[in-house]
């Protein structure tokens, strides 16, 4: 029988990383939860800075209002950019680097 009462679960602690990352890329899709403080890109397909085009960057943060991704170019000049004018970059290093025994 109906109440009229809606019913909340509440969470009884924080989240864990996997419910952040889940949330996250439920809320910006699978690329944009790729592109973290930290991971390296190339630009690509810029129209207004095509000198910029090839350049390799350092992900910042995401501007939530802006719809940008603040990068922080090899020169040390922060830019932001949209998240599909973004490449991801592999570590060669990361590559190349046996796996770690546990």
């Known amino acids: 029988e109906a109440t ?3 019913q909340w679960d509440f969470p009884t602690g924080p989240p ?4 952040v990352d889940e949330a996250y890329r439920e809320k910006h899709g699978e690329r944009l939860a790729q592109l973290r403080p930290g991971v390296k890109v190339r630009l690509v397909d810029l129209n207004y ?7 390799t ?6 501007d939530h209002a802006s ?10 000049e922060l830019k932001d950019i949209k998240p599909e004018k973004l490449m991801i970059q592999d ?6 680097r046996p796996p770690r025994d546990t």
């Open 4 to 6: 009229g009462l809606t």
């Open 16 to 19: 864990t990383k996997e419910q």
């Open 49 to 55: 800075q095509p000198h910029l085009n090839g350049k």
């Open 57 to 62: 960057a350092v992900c910042e943060r995401w």
């Open 67 to 76: 719809g940008f991704v603040r990068v922080r170019l090899d020169s040390g």
């Open 91 to 96: 570590d060669p290093a990361q590559r190349l």
